[in-house]
């Protein structure tokens, strides 16, 4: 399903449990602001390049809107629409005083160079400026992008509006990124883990996992599981996959990976079927790649007792009933990878501050802001009788809700 559908299909769900009116239904549906320019530069062989590039401002009732800018091929404004919304649930859902947005351009960073890049970068920070800042809207990296798009951002908004490393997160560590960032979508995800186990009885060291995706969030999340015990049986990435019932040694192949560019062919497990990764038998399922990978074609083929959404919208909502019939228990993208952006926040804060942290310092409050959003969740779950990802998004929606209602905001 198009992620626009399913967000706007979850989201109506969620109105009718919370029991929100109309009006106040219409005023969290429309995006605050949509913005779409035209981004042309010279190529490195002098020829002229256009690009589309889009930002969506979704809701702002609860703090500064928040959210990643992304450079892919298929970024498109329904994609960018569903995002944005998502952010803003999600930092409700955190409990941080944002809102939500999300942005991208229409390219493949892969054939750009680094020079072309920063250009199409700094063209787009030029049509954006006047309408992102440190208290209105900041953004971040996502997939295509990473802290050196950031630091471009930051210098070209500081031409306008003097320095202000608040504007931007997930920036290189010399410019005012924070300690932890890197490993805080990952590391947000086993502490999610760790607090639903804690529910059933179980911890990390008995468990056996299943990872699909090994990028940032993939990689740190079956590290941080591995140094805990986790028994991580099966990864897969872009190039292949990999399987050892006796457990993978995570750090060895996080050297390989860096070495070679993907899992494909470590001799510490033997190569299966990427397209069998899903199905493996397992406790904890993590979905840390792509969305929609979660079927109805695929859904009832599921063996693992949890599914733990890494990455965004990894299930459709027909899988999602498929799962929930079949008693496995899914703990949603909205709250399970909000790590990355919790730790964005601490990075803001410190910013304005001005007073850096250490990582022990980021790391305790990000397990801080995990665990309570969990019990938090988990109470919304119980007081409406419904599965977690209702209750994420009527914990989400009903404080943005009730922010806006406060404001006096309602359409």
Not at 17 to 32: A, N, Q, W
Not at 80 to 85: D, F, K, M, P, R
Not at 241 to 269: C, E, H, M, Q, S
């Amino acid at each position: 399903m198009n992620p626009l559908a399913a967000t706007n299909r979850y989201f109506k769900q969620a109105v009718r449990i919370l029991g929100l009116d109309s009006k106040v239904e219409r005023s969290l549906m429309i995006p605050f602001r949509e913005i779409k320019v035209e981004c042309t530069i010279p190529a490195d062989n002098g020829t002229l390049l256009s690009f589309i590039g889009f930002r969506v401002q979704h809701d702002n009732a609860r703090g500064p809107m928040k959210g990643g800018i992304r450079y892919h091929p298929q970024v498109d404004p329904d994609e960018v629409n569903a995002l944005a919304q998502l952010m803003t649930w999600k930092t409700a859902v955190a409990h941080i005083p944002y809102g939500g947005a999300k942005g991208g351009i229409g390219c493949d960073p892969r054939e750009l160079s680094t020079s072309e890049l920063e250009r199409l970068t700094r063209v787009f920070t030029q049509k954006i400026h006047d309408l992102i800042g440190v208290q209105t809207d900041v953004p971040a990296p996502d997939m295509g992008t990473n802290a050196q798009t950031m630091a471009w951002i930051l210098d070209e908004y500081s031409k306008f509006h003097g320095h202000s490393p608040a504007v931007v997160t997930g920036k290189p560590l010399d410019l005012g990124g924070s300690l932890g960032r890197e490993a805080a979508t990952g590391r947000g995800v086993v502490y999610a883990t760790e607090a639903l186990l804690r529910d059933y009885g179980k911890n990390i060291a008995d468990q056996t996992f299943v990872i699909q995706g090994f990028g940032n969030v993939g990689s740190w999340t079956a590290s941080i599981l591995h140094e805990q015990g986790g028994k991580v049986i099966a990864i897969s990435d872009a190039t292949g996959a990999i399987k050892n019932k006796d457990g993978i040694d995570v750090p060895r192949l996080v050297d390989y990976v860096k070495k070679t560019g993907g899992v494909k062919g470590f001799d510490g497990g033997l190569d299966i079927d990427p397209n069998s990764i899903l199905v493996e038998p397992c406790d904890v399922l993590i979905p840390a790649a792509i969305g929609g990978v979660l079927t109805r074609e695929n859904a009832n083929d599921v063996q693992a007792k949890f599914v733990v959404e890494a990455a965004n919208h990894p299930t459709d909502p027909d899988a999602d009933e498929i799962l929930g019939k079949k008693g496995v228990v899914v703990l949603p993208d909205i709250y399970a990878n909000g790590g990355g952006v919790t730790v964005s926040y601490f990075e803001w804060v410190q910013n304005i501050q001005g007073f850096m942290w250490d990582e022990d310092k980021v790391n305790a409050e990000l397990k801080k802001y995990m665990t309570r959003a969990y019990e938090d969740l988990k109470e919304m779950s119980k007081s409406k009788s419904c599965n977690y990802r209702m209750g994420a998004f009527c914990l989400g929606i009903g404080r943005v809700a009730r922010a806006t209602l406060l404001r006096g905001w309602e359409a």
